[in-house]
């Protein structure tokens, strides 16, 4: 996954191409394909392009391609490639980026790693047997705030990478905020988040690619 903010789209697309590299032949997973949908979520002056597919990513290059070409002036975007951990939930409505609403602001997450589906959905009162874990992570930044974020670290599995688009209720798209929290249990360069310039991606990319950057901060709601 990453994100980017910025006005240069020459970059981003050489970004997702390192993106879309690392979903096909995943170097930190011995190849594996992160082939389970994908989805982006970008904001510019002319408002918010959101879509998702179930499809690889990889095999729908031509419809990320369209999507970016779309983008005009300064824009904010996080693309997700997955890799589902439960295949019976495998659709475009799985894919990331999730959105949530509350009263004050509409949230937009990308989540690489897994928490404690159960945990999480008891706590929230929700039956979350039809719902991802990176849903309810969701849900639970939506109803208890951002600041709630670091909760979640004590229902984390392996991590909690994420990449959040927060945009205030009232405010134009553009104003929204772009986010990033990294947060692991194992040590393993899989699980890290790297920042690069006006971008913050998983580490796959810095081997199909594109910069290794300098790791982000662990359990800090970082601002790009």
Not at 190 to 213: F, H, W
Request: hydrophobic share 35%.
């Amino acid at each position: 996954m990453l994100a980017y903010h910025g006005s240069n789209k020459a970059e981003l697309e050489r970004l997702v191409k390192c993106l879309i590299r690392a979903a096909n032949k995943d170097p930190l997973r011995n190849g594996v394909k992160h082939g389970d949908g994908w989805g982006i979520v970008a904001v510019d002056s002319d408002g918010i392009i959101y879509y998702r597919s179930g499809n690889p990513i990889y095999t729908e290059v031509n419809v990320l391609t369209s999507l970016l070409d779309e983008l005009k002036g300064e824009f904010k975007v996080i693309v997700h490639a997955r890799q589902a951990s439960d295949k019976s939930l495998v659709s475009s409505y799985y894919s990331h980026p999730y959105m949530d609403y509350n009263d004050k602001f509409i949230i937009y997450l990308a989540h690489n790693g897994s928490v404690d589906k159960d945990k999480l959905s008891s706590s929230l009162g929700i039956d979350g047997s039809k719902m991802v874990d990176s849903e309810l992570a969701l849900k639970y930044i939506s109803l208890k705030g951002l600041d709630s974020v670091k909760e979640l670290e004590s229902y984390t599995k392996t991590a909690l990478n994420l990449l959040l688009l927060v945009i205030r209720r009232g405010d134009e798209p553009l104003s929204a905020k772009l986010y990033y929290y990294n947060y692991y249990k194992k040590d393993e360069e899989y699980y890290k988040l790297y920042i690069n310039g006006n971008a913050v991606y998983s580490s796959s990319l810095a081997y199909t690619g594109c910069e290794r950057g300098e790791e982000a901060k662990l359990s800090v709601l970082g601002e790009i």
